[in-house]
């Protein structure tokens, strides 16, 4: 099968990281991340051990000449659609994540780049879909993996209107519905299950999460400085001058003014039905019917 050279070389890559990393906490969980992409797995350093193993190893060589054969037989196929499978997606989300490792192990091993372009088009596919199906959430899940790999090995390839693209769909369609479940807005039983349920889940909506919670983080806390860009002249947009040091932010004030704009707006939607409904009178109702 092909899946299992891919396993083999993945679990060969995730050991050797497990090996010598430390429990991480909720407090620097962000900071065990690699400061620069790929930041989650399969970091440069690994894969340049990986490479240098690869020579001597030949259980290990033939591993990557698969996923590479199978990359290459993913770039010839189509896009993928969203097609349901009874109430599932789960059959596109495990191809997406097939996909997302082996295209992007072949870009990351070969540097050749189609494999990295035809990564980017399945991702923008599936992000462009009106869901990842959260009512059977295996498949949301499998796919914020795919996603989240996929977009963190060819990170570094996207324009700025593809990496957001792509990140903004991962945060819709995957760790939104995810916060939905964990807060109880949406029935999660496999948030504590005993079952598979509950390692693929929550570990496709943490890969998500670990890979998008850092530039939220980054622009809220240190923001991007522009002050170098004019000195010490005063930075002013049609003689309206601003801070220099351009932050991002969630504001309570902005979220109540939404909530109550939305409770006002579904209020106003009722009365007028409301109001007609009151003035009919139940028998007349009734016969009609």
Not at 70 to 88: E, H, K, S, T, Y
Not at 89 to 94: A, F, I, K, N, Y
Not at 186 to 204: D, K, L, P, T
């Amino acid at each position: 099968m092909i899946a299992r050279p891919l396993t083999f070389a993945l679990v060969l890559t995730v050991t050797c990281a497990a090996a010598t990393a430390a429990k991480p906490t909720a407090a620097n969980v962000l900071d065990t991340l690699a400061k620069s992409p790929p930041r989650l797995m399969l970091t440069a350093r690994r894969l340049a051990e990986l490479k240098a193993l690869a020579r001597t190893d030949k259980p290990l060589a033939k591993a990557v000449r698969d996923v590479i054969a199978r990359a290459d037989r993913c770039l010839r196929q189509r896009m993928l659609v969203r097609r349901l499978i009874g109430p599932r997606l789960l059959s596109v989300s495990r191809e997406a994540l097939r996909r997302a490792y082996a295209l992007g192990l072949a870009w990351r091993w070969t540097g050749k780049r189609p494999y990295a372009d035809k990564l980017r088009d399945n991702l923008l596919a599936v992000c462009a879909f009106k869901d990842w199906n959260p009512s059977h959430f295996l498949d949301t899940a499998e796919m914020s993996h795919a996603v989240g790999v996929g977009y963190d090995w060819i990170r570094d390839t996207l324009s700025e209107a593809d990496g957001k693209r792509i990140v903004d769909g991962l945060i819709r369609h995957g760790l939104t519905p995810g916060v939905d479940r964990y807060t109880g807005r949406r029935r999660g039983w496999w948030i504590h299950s005993a079952f598979n349920w509950n390692q693929v889940c929550n570990c496709g909506l943490a890969i998500g999460a670990l890979l998008t919670l850092g530039p939220y983080l980054y622009m809220s806390n240190t923001g991007i400085d522009l002050s170098q860009m004019t000195g010490d002249a005063p930075m002013d947009v049609g003689g309206v001058g601003f801070d220099p040091l351009i932050r991002v932010g969630i504001f309570l004030d902005h979220l109540l003014i939404i909530v109550v704009a939305v409770i006002a707006a579904t209020m106003a939607a009722g009365l007028y039905p409301a109001w007609r409904a009151g003035r009919v009178a139940p028998v007349e109702t009734i016969r009609l019917v």
